[in-house]
Every structure is written in C-alpha cells, then in structure tokens.
C-alpha cells in the first residue's frame, strides 16, 4: 500500500467513527465528570441540586453558544446529523491544522520531495 | 478527561498554562529532528484519529463513561514528541471549536493528557519493547500496558492539580481512589483500541510504525537501513 493511500484510508476510518460511529457513544458522564460530582445529587439535566463535591463551582464554557459547542452543529436539529456533521468537521481541521504544523516544522530534505 | 471551567482556581490553571506552553515547546525543538517528509502527514493522521475516537465514547460502569486520550498510540506511531504535539493539537481544537475541556483549563488538560500521560506512556513503551517480541503481537501488548499505566498516570496530573487549586475542601484521597479505580477501567478500553490501531498499521505498513523504526535494542539493529 503506497503512503499516500495509507493516509487516506486511515482518514476515511477516521471520518466514519467521527461521522457515523459517534453518534452511538455512551452519553454517560466520563470518569473524571462522574468523580467531580460524586457527592453531589444532580438532576436530569446533569445540574447540581444539592451536595458537596469537585464540579460545585463548575462554570459555563467561555465559547458554550459556538456553532460547533458539544459536538453538534447549531441549528441541525437531527441528532445523527448533528453529531456526525460535527465530528467530520472536526477531524477535517485537526488533519488541516495538524498536518499544517507538522509539515512546516519537518526537516526539509536535501532532495525535493515528488 | 477535559477538566472544565471552576474545578480547579484561576491562578493554579493560569500557571499550568505556563507549564503547558513550556512542555510544548520543548516537544516542538525536539519534534523538529524527528519531522520528516514521511512523519509529518502520518502526524495530521494520527491528530485527526485520535479527534475521531475520543468522540467514542464507552461504558465502564453503569453511569460512567470513558474515551481514548490517545498517548500510547502516538507514541508508537509518531514518537513522544511529535506525539504530544497530536494530543495537544486534538485538545485545542475540541477546546477552541467544541466548547470541551475549559478554556481556562485549557493548560491543565494539555498537561495531563499530552504532557502527562505521554510521557508515562513514552518511558512505558520504552522499556516494554526491550523486553516482549518485536513483532505485531509484542507491539500490541505494548500499547495495551501502556494505554493503562498513561491514562491512570494522567488522572493522577488532575490529582495533584485539585491539591494544588480545588475550588472545594474534599479529601484528596478519595478523589485518587475514584480517579484511579474508573480510569484503569478506561485505561483497558483505550489499550484495546491502541493496541487493535497499532495492530494493524504495523500488518499494513510497518515501516510507518515510530517505534519499531527508532526505539531499537541492539540484536535489531539490522532491521532497518
């Protein structure tokens, strides 16, 4: 397999699991939001009622009104669509900014590269 | 793992974003001789997959869920310093466009999981690949023991954080117990998909696989040119 369709494939699996895949993720709290509110009850809505714990001073995300805020795409109301446009956009830019970076620190080698 | 806004006091994160931005250029000096015309697209892949499967969330426990942090497999794909690199690139995009990990918090989680956790992951696998085979399947354990020991080394940097700056009196010792018990849960679901992703680039295209090429012990010398 030549490198360049290595790289491609592997960012077609990573499309599908950002687009497709992800919309199938446990929405449960992970292990570091579930320690921060043991000790604290918390209602539907994953808000602090009452308690003592980590997360009890837990504030708004700066950017929360984003289009792109928790990994949907404001205004697209179909859950799939939402989550998955998303995450397709996001591995779009971190390959984009990623191997942006990457390629301008690299060692340029003596031959040109074809 | 992204700590969110108010978990830990403002001047304590304002000093990890000091300590982030000094780990990070440290990794981009050294990244620099590691960067080549076949590293560096292999780089942008590796940053992009690791976005895509921390939207993976899994099930650990009833009512907790846990996500790849992704420096076990940067390290063996990439190497540690470029490997960081790739974990802090996905954090700064989830924090800048997906309102995930707090802005202000931004330094902490940079360094706990690319900083931290790369770096336990980096010594791990390290030594692991000086003792098990050098073949696909050595290479797969590595990334699993690795994969486990990174992500409870890297809840511990939120320990030692909530010790310096928690926003609430509670007792740090049972927040390491909670913190290490559901992350070598996590751990185990990251060392599978480590260890299946590095399985199968080093089936495909072992040549592109960082350290089979530069962590090397002597008898394996000859390998590669």
């Given amino acids: 397999m030549s490198k360049k369709l290595f790289i491609v494939g592997g960012l077609l699996v990573a499309l599908l699991l950002a687009g497709v895949v992800s919309s199938f993720a446990s929405g449960s709290p992970d292990g570091l939001d579930y320690a921060a509110r043991e000790g604290c009850t918390v209602n539907a809505e994953g808000e602090i009622t009452g308690g003592t714990c980590m997360a009890q001073q837990e504030g708004e995300h700066q950017l929360g009104d984003s289009p792109l805020a928790d990994y949907g795409i404001k205004g697209i109301n179909n859950e799939y669509l939402s989550t998955g446009l998303s995450g397709i956009l996001g591995v779009l830019v971190t390959f984009g900014i990623g191997g942006g970076l990457f390629w301008l620190l690299r060692r340029r080698s003596s031959t040109p590269a074809p | 793992m992204h700590i969110a806004n108010g978990i830990i006091s403002g001047p304590v994160s304002a000093a990890f974003i000091v300590i982030a931005v000094a780990g990070l250029a440290v990794c981009v000096t050294k990244a620099k001789t590691d960067l080549d015309d076949r590293l560096a ?59 995930d990990g707090g802005l ?56 030692l954080e909530y010790s310096l700056g928690g926003t609430t009196e509670l007792s740090l010792g049972a927040i390491a117990g909670t913190m290490a018990g559901v992350h070598v849960l996590i751990g185990i679901g990251e060392g599978l998909i480590a260890a299946t992703t590095v399985m199968t680039v080093a089936r495909v295209r072992p040549d592109l696989v960082y350290a089979l090429r530069h962590f090397r012990t002597a008898s394996t010398q000859a390998v590669t040119a």
């Fill in chain 2, 104 to 159: 202000t918090a931004i330094g902490l989680n940079v360094t706990n999981m690319a900083l931290i956790g790369t770096a336990a992951a980096y010594l791990l696998v390290a030594a692991l690949l000086r003792i098990l085979p050098r073949n696909v399947g050595g290479l797969g354990a590595t990334a699993f023991i690795a994969s486990i020991v990174g992500v409870v080394v890297a809840s511990m940097g939120f320990v």
């Fill in chain 2, 41 to 99: 697209p292999m780089a942008g892949l590796v940053a992009a997959f690791i976005f895509a499967v921390q939207m993976l969330n899994f099930q650990v426990l009833p009512g907790v869920s846990g996500h790849l942090l992704g420096g076990t497999l940067a390290v063996i794909l990439v190497g540690p310093w470029v490997g960081a690199l790739c974990v802090a690139t996905v954090l700064i995009v989830q924090c800048l466009l997906f309102a």
